[in-house]
């Protein structure tokens, strides 16, 4: 997928002031064991702007949840339309959202700072290394033990770290942060490896979710859904579907769908944990239906479902590249059959 010139221009800067930093700030990994009995207060940091980047924290959540019973986890994260989805988490005590705004406003970024402090952390857990807002948190935040990565020419101002050793060999994203249990002692391998957002159950139905929009090079034409489902109603006549509409794109596929729309996001994964089923491509909502237990099937044109695929054990990615229309609804027909 193409990148924007001011994205790599952003890298590059990112890059070379991190390369600095280390070599400056040298951080040697501490190899004295983290005295769990007195960590009772905990803030995870990811200051992400995007849906999927934050579900992909949900397996760190649940681990360190399942490490620290008796402790209360705060999460620090960007946009404020996603706080809800991770504030109804019944594990997370509190979440804090880092507006963009804030950026141009210091005054207002360090009183929520110092609001932050005043909680008194034992612990902080940063899960991104590449992330600049991720260091810079994780700096001003007082805490005696602070928990991240450790790697070359990378600058993380933590107590204790996991060394990162060949980019995690081609591991998926969400699977990354949970490295970071290393650190205590425990094993990735023993924690569910799947997204969880723990929501409320519901009443199933037999209605199939459908998701249309996505970033750039990732989305699917409005045609292309047509014919998907079109093809599916043939092979299963009995298939219902609904729209499911981006809050800032309201305009339905046809008017012979049904249609739904929530802002809230909590709301929103609530409902799509009723569904049969959800298909979309690889987008934000996707991992948040997955997150739901949902099975969810994902269409890949532009990105690695090695990296960025659905990880529940009822989801289904599919690359579509190699596969015409009527091929793609015979897979995803065959895979609505084990459902």
């Known amino acids: 997928m193409a ?37 009772k207060k905990i803030l995870i940091i990811r200051m992400n702007y995007r849906i999927g980047n934050i579900i992909f924290q949900t397996p760190l959540i649940n681990a360190i949840s399942e490490i620290f019973p008796n402790a209360k986890i705060d999460f620090i994260l960007g946009a404020p339309y996603i706080t809800p989805l991770i504030e109804g988490m019944p594990n997370i005590n509190k979440v804090y959202s880092f507006d963009r705004k804030l950026l141009t ?48 020419n990378q600058y993380l101002p933590v107590t204790h770290s996991t060394e990162v050793i060949n980019n995690f060999n081609g591991l998926h994203e969400a699977l990354k942060p949970l490295e970071l249990v290393k650190v205590f002692g425990e094993n990735p391998n023993t924690f569910e490896r799947e997204l969880n957002l723990k929501v409320e159950k519901t009443t199933k139905t037999n209605v199939i979710g459908i998701f249309r929009d996505a970033r750039g ?16 109603k043939i ?18 596929l046809n008017s012979s769908i049904k249609t739904m729309s929530e802002k809230n996001l909590r709301d929103l994964a609530r409902n799509i944990s009723s569904l049969k089923a959800f298909i979309c491509a690889d987008t934000g909502p996707m991992h948040l239906a997955s997150a739901t237990k ?25 690359v579509t590249k190699d596969l015409d229309i009527k091929s793609l609804a015979r897979e995803i027909n065959t895979h609505l059959k084990t459902i």
């Open 217 to 232: 090079e990732k989305k699917f034409e409005n045609s292309f859904w047509q014919n998907l489902i079109d093809e599916l």
């Open 105 to 152: 406003k210091p005054l207002k970024a360090l009183k929520l700072i110092k609001e932050i402090n005043q909680n008194s952390y034992d612990l902080t857990i940063t899960s991104n290394l590449g992330s600049s807002s991720d260091k810079i948190a994780t700096l001003l935040v007082k805490a005696p033990y602070k928990v991240g990565f450790y790697e070359k």
């Open 3 to 39: 990148v924007n010139w001011h994205v790599k221009l952003r890298r590059e800067v990112a890059k070379n002031i991190n390369q600095t930093l280390a070599k400056l700030f040298t951080k040697k990994q501490n190899s004295s064991p983290l005295p769990k009995e007195k960590i």
């Open 294 to 318: 949902t099975p969810t099937i994902a269409l890949f044109k532009a990105t690695s479902p090695t990296l960025y695929g659905t990880l529940g054990k009822h989801d289904l990615s599919l």
């Open 235 to 252: 092979l299963d006549n009995d298939l219902e579907f609904i729209d499911i509409l981006d809050p800032n794109n309201k305009t339905p």
